[in-house]
Nanobody
Framework: QVQLVESGGGLVQAGGSLRLSCAAS????????MGWFRQAPGKEREFVAA????????YYSDSVKDRFTISRDNAKNTVYLQMNSLKPEDTAVYYC????????????????????WGQGTQVTVSS
């Protein structure tokens, strides 16, 4: 069992930056692919970014590519999402998720592919 806890959310002005963290307990994350998703009010939860278990491969949604960076520190059992040039449309609850790594799908981008989820952290971007 993997427990995930997100932190780092908050209120920021458009153009600003935030760094989200996702700390894991229960299992070492070094064999898990990790993903970030977000859910805005009234919308479906959508994929943001994913990283393979070693950190060598990453994948981003088109809406955040070149603005967000996913990274991980397996020694600290933590995954990060650096968010730059934030826009009001980035406002959402952000969730991290974990699934045992697979060469077939090293950076999953579908909700159904993940087995473990955190409780989420709110990010609000004001215009």
């Amino acid at each position: 069992q993997v427990q995930l806890v997100e932190s780092g959310g908050g209120l920021v002005q458009a153009g600003g930056s935030l760094r989200l963290s996702c700390a894991a307990s229960g299992r070492t994350l070094s064999t898990y692919s990790m993903g970030w998703f977000r859910q805005a009010p009234g919308k479906e939860r959508e994929f943001v970014a994913a990283i393979s278990w070693s950190g060598s491969r990453t994948y981003y949604s088109d809406s955040v590519k070149d603005r967000f960076t996913i990274s991980r520190d397996n020694a600290k059992n933590t995954v990060y999402l650096q968010m730059n040039s934030l826009k009001p449309e980035d406002t959402a609850v952000y969730y991290c998720a974990a699934v045992l790594g697979s060469e077939r799908r090293p950076t999953p981008d579908r909700r159904s592919e993940y087995d473990y989820w955190g409780q989420g952290t709110q990010v609000t971007v004001s215009s």
